[in-house]
């Protein structure tokens, strides 16, 4: 359980020094776009466009995953948010592999939870009647299917490669087509709502990021939580072992842990961690340097305050 503590560990990041949350000093923050997703939501539920000293944010959509985290990495934004995890569907695998694989500048600065509501749009004018083609992301196909079967059977699924951009493309066809998407993108696009709150279950919510290439302070009064990749050196017995027993022996409590293919070969994977606790917290920094000695790569993805649910009332 003990290991050479000389070094630095695994953790040589700048810190922030601004006076607020990272994501409340940026002045220009990237996002899934296009515009009207439900990741621009999360980042109107979290940020002011207009500063408090009367200055304005500039809010950039980003056609996907990997540009919108290159945005932020190469310095064209401050910040950005993408989604991560969905309680449905499970963790947004674009976002996973590209910070565990593809960036080794940036980190997790803070997290949002928000609920998915999904809403039926249409033109003014279609009826729900007369609709002939549902258009959306997989993922809301996916979770609205029960909704669908019953209330629009037999009609035309279509995959859109984000719900905004479904949406629009409604907006813009003179077919009877609707679209599942969020009432702000009804509203960018002139669309109305033909019904509300599809979703299949109610306890839908989305887990999104902000990342940055500082460090977040750990000083906020808020709960933390710290996410890390640990790669092992081969599929063996007692690999996980050898990870989980560094946080049990003290007592640190993990709230996910997730296997993903390590891109190598077939059947090598690296175990993605969160755990409660700041990175600056003397278990948690002391677990990840005796990690940092027995793995051939351990990546701290972020040590950021714990998002909270945020409450949504229902149109329906």
């Not at 695994?10 to 439900?38: D, H, Q, Y």
């Not at 674009?94 to 033109?123: C, F, G, S, Y």
Request: glycine share 6%; charged share 25%.
């Amino acid at each position: 359980m003990s290991c050479d503590h000389s070094s630095s560990g695994p953790t040589p990041w700048p810190t922030s020094s601004f006076t607020k949350p990272l994501p409340l000093a940026a002045t220009t923050i990237g996002f899934l776009g296009p515009e009207g997703t439900f990741t621009e939501l999360a980042l109107r539920a979290t940020v002011d466009e207009t500063q408090p000293d009367g200055q304005t944010r500039r809010f950039l959509p980003f056609a996907d995953v990997h540009d919108t985290v290159e945005a932020v990495a190469s310095g064209e934004v401050d910040c950005a948010i993408v989604p991560i995890e969905n309680s449905i569907e499970g963790s947004v695998s674009a976002t996973v592999d590209i910070l565990a694989h593809e960036v080794d500048n940036l980190q997790i600065v803070r997290e949002v939870r928000i609920p998915i509501r999904h809403q039926l749009l249409a033109r003014p004018g279609v009826r729900l009647e007369d609709i002939t083609r549902v258009i959306s992301h997989p993922h809301a196909n996916a979770q609205c299917r029960n909704w669908l079967r019953k209330h629009l059977p037999g009609r035309e699924i279509e995959a859109a490669n984000s719900t905004a951009e479904a949406v629009e493309r409604v907006a813009r066809s003179t077919e009877p087509w609707a679209a599942i998407g969020n009432e702000l993108a009804g509203q960018r696009y002139g669309c109305v709502i033909l019904a509300p709150d599809i979703e299949d279950h109610k306890d839908n919510e989305t887990r999104f990021v902000f990342l940055a290439r500082l460090r977040e302070r750990q000083d906020w009064f808020e709960p933390y939580k710290t996410s890390v990749v640990c790669e092992i050196i081969k599929d063996q017995p007692g690999a996980l072992l050898l990870i989980l027993q560094e946080f049990a022996f003290r007592r640190i409590n993990l709230t996910k842990i997730e296997s993903r293919p390590s891109k190598r070969r077939l059947g090598d994977y690296i175990f993605l961690v969160d755990m409660e606790g700041k990175i600056d917290d003397t278990a948690v920094a002391d677990a990840l340097r005796c990690l940092s000695c027995k793995l051939p790569r351990l990546t701290v993805l972020g040590s950021y305050p714990v998002g909270k649910p945020l409450p949504y009332h229902s149109r329906a």
